[in-house]
């Protein structure tokens, strides 16, 4: 089973930004529906944002316009630039495809503080 790496996170005040990196096979990072997912304290793992094996890039409406998902398939990596980063952001990051084809890794924890 495929586990994926997850980076990046850390304590950033309101308005800072950060960017989240997810480092799996190279087929899949090429080939999949990719996604990056948050679960808060309290919450369901919640997808955020993901980008297709075209290109095509999908948000939540409440990160549209501040949050990017790219992909660089030379370095089996999908990232996510968080930025104008809220309080309400804070969460733990984790990948997966859309199909949740992957064992969930260990995440990356993001902290915003007001």
């Known amino acids: 089973q495929v586990q994926p790496v997850e980076s990046g996170g850390g304590l950033v005040q309101a308005g800072g930004s950060l960017r989240l990196s997810c480092t799996t096979s190279?087929?899949?990072?090429?080939?999949?529906?990719l996604g990056w997912y948050r679960q808060a304290p309290g919450n369901q793992r919640a997808l955020v944002a993901w980008?297709?094996?075209?290109?095509?890039?999908n948000y939540l409406d409440s990160v549209k316009g501040r949050f990017t998902i790219s992909r660089d398939n030379a370095r089996n990596t999908v990232y996510l630039q968080m930025n104008s980063l809220k309080p309400e952001d804070t969460a733990v990051y984790y990948c997966n495809t859309r199909t949740l084809h992957l064992v969930w890794g260990q995440g990356t924890q993001v902290t915003v503080s007001s």
């Open positions: 190279g087929s899949i990072v090429r080939d999949s529906d």
């Open positions: 980008i297709s094996s075209d290109g095509s890039t």
